[in-house]
């Protein structure tokens, strides 16, 4: 997995997440995962990190979720834990896996699947950032059962490898594929400079249509 420099994750924190995608986009590959898989606790930090990748299908079996305790107990500080249930309406995460998880310093989760717990989430840990397709109460326990860890995933329509960076804020996620991380800093910095001075020309302008002639950005 990629050692990320800490520049490099804080530059990320102080970008929107809307300017990242762009950035992806202009270098030809979809970032964005689908709008189905957003913030569920509202307040907690940006998060930003390396994606470590869990996969869950459907099962009759009653086992715990073996590979997704791993990531949590076996990543290093600052993964992004990243689960594929195929958009199930079972919890694939929940309150104990995240009292797990900020033990082990896990930057937070993202999950093509629900969570439960939220409210036990948000009173005890406040700043632990959590995105999936729902809430729901429904455990996996005899439903769905993990097959594979860092292996690649699928979330929210786009493909996420391991070690590729996760950025998420209010208005969703964004996935960055590792080789592209750099290239991509680069451009969503362009892009957030530009739309400051695209700001202040619509403010001094008094003109919408003026700011877009010129930037050519909406």
């Excluded at 600052?78 to 594929?84: E, L």
């Excluded at 739309?195 to 001094?204: S, V």
Aim: hydrophobic share 40%; glycine share 10%.
């Amino acid at each position: 997995m990629p050692p990320y420099s800490e520049d490099v994750l804080e530059a990320f924190r102080s970008i929107a997440t809307a300017s990242v995608a762009d950035a992806v986009e202009q270098h030809g590959v979809r970032g964005y995962l689908s709008g189905a898989v957003g913030q569920v606790t509202p307040g907690a930090r940006t998060l930003v990190g390396p994606a470590v990748t869990v996969r869950e299908v459907p099962t009759s079996e009653s086992q715990p979720p073996a590979h997704a305790l791993a990531a949590i107990d076996e990543s290093p500080a600052g993964s992004v834990v990243c689960i594929d249930a195929g958009g199930a309406d079972v919890a694939v995460w929940g309150g104990l896996m995240t009292a797990g998880a900020v033990a082990r310093g896990i930057a937070g989760c993202v999950l093509d699947g629900g969570v439960r717990d939220v409210t036990e989430i948000q009173r005890d840990y406040p700043g632990f950032p959590v995105y999936a397709r729902s809430s729901v109460p429904a455990t996996t326990l005899g439903r769905y059962r993990t097959v594979s860890l860092n292996q690649p995933v699928v979330l929210g329509e786009v493909t996420v490898h391991p070690g590729d960076l996760v950025v998420a804020d209010r208005d969703g996620v964004v996935v960055i594929p590792r080789a592209l991380v750099e290239d991509v800093l680069r451009t969503a910095l362009e892009i957030e400079e530009r739309e400051k001075e695209q700001t202040r020309l619509i403010i001094a302008s008094g003109s919408l249509r003026d700011g877009l002639a010129k930037y050519n950005r909406i």
